[in-house]
């Protein structure tokens, strides 16, 4: 689709979208499949199809986030927490998602979510806690296995830049901070026409030789079907070869927390330097240790699961949110547990959404909500 787009005020031009090009790029970076089993990250009500005109980026998307869209005439909203995470049999409008879902379809306002997925890439929430922490050379705490593939396919050699680039271009060759990777080893290949067959070289019925290239890279398991599908139309052959094996290997990219370094401090002045930087109420924390605070482990929202992990990675402080009382226990004098709340671990991510497509979008209009949605007061 061409952009459209509409003058707002005479200094601006305000662009519209139709709202799979918000999702893909949003997806392009935290894919789908990185989302945890339990969750329902994606798209939640409203069609691809639609155009969008402007949206409104919060945390929850709770009934007051749906009235302050609908008077600044969004007609998306983006939200970190899915505001369904089970499935609907009634829209009674007795509880509070219902009564968000049949607001949303009743003023065509869409609502688009992502959660875990966003918290599991390196450059997700936890990101914007280590950032707003002063963390540096951080690194995925848990990475995650199973999330790679192997593919090696065979073609002519003089083709074989035209295969490679096309198979970049969907997304494989990516490791780490390089991409385009790839091994090329050379050799012969051999086959025989049927007679039904339109070979690119050779005749029906007769064995043909061809110098061919063996190209080998590597893709994220979720982009298979795009890289094949590249792959198969870049190649001259009317059957292309290709074996996809599954990897066991970290993706160091996509996991659980983030640790890295700060610049060394007492763990008071560490806790109240969190306190601060997170606009935390209070902070929960166990026992200190008297040690000097130099290498964080953080993660946004529930993050008990992680402990044993940051103790192993030998950090000094692990910051998340939602611990229970024996769970802070298991710290064992191991490491400082400092548990901020979970709405503000996480409070930032709304930063995150909108430095995430200003950078893509620069003219379509984007606003962050006004509306503290965190459930918890305190006294």
Known sequence: MSPRFVNSYPQFVIRIM???????????????????????????????????????????STEAVLDEAIAMGCNLVIAHHPIVFSGLKKFNGKNYVERVIIKAIRNN????????????????????????????????????????????????????????????KAGAGQIGNYDEC?????????????????????????????????????????LESKVLSALIKAHPYEEVAYDLIPLHNVHKEVGGGLIGEIEEADEMEFLKRLKSAMK??????????????????????????????????????????????????????????????????????????YEILKKKFSTFALHLSKINTNPINYL
């Open 18 to 60: 139709k709202l799979k090009e918000i999702t893909d790029h949003l997806e392009s970076i935290a894919p789908l499949a990185y989302q945890e089993s339990y969750d329902n990250a994606g798209l939640i009500c409203g069609s691809h199809d639609l155009e969008v005109t402007a949206a409104l980026i919060c945390l929850d």
């Open 109 to 168: 306002i869409a609502i688009y979510a992502a959660h875990t997925n966003l918290d599991n890439v390196i450059d997700g929430v936890n990101a914007k806690i280590a950032e707003k922490l002063g963390m540096k050379d951080c690194r995925i705490l848990v990475p995650q296995k199973d999330k790679l593939k192997r593919l090696i396919t065979f073609c002519p050699q003089d083709k074989a830049d035209e295969v490679r680039n096309a198979m970049f």
């Open 182 to 222: 790839s091994f090329n080893s050379m050799g012969t290949g051999t086959f025989r026409a049927g007679e039904d067959a339109d070979p690119y070289v050779g005749k029906p019925g007769e064995r043909h030789e061809e110098k061919e290239t063996k190209i080998e890279t590597i893709l994220p398991a979720h």
């Open 280 to 353: 935390a109420e209070s902070v929960r924390f166990t026992a200190l240790r008297g040690k000097k605070v130099k290498k964080v482990a953080v993660c946004g929202g529930s993050g008990s699961f992680l402990l044993p992990a940051a103790i192993r990675a030998g950090a000094d402080v692990f910051v998340t949110a939602d611990f229970k009382y024996h769970q802070f226990f298991d710290a064992e004098n191991q490491i400082v547990i400092a548990d901020i709340g979970h709405y503000e671990s996480e409070q930032y991510t709304s930063e995150l959404f």
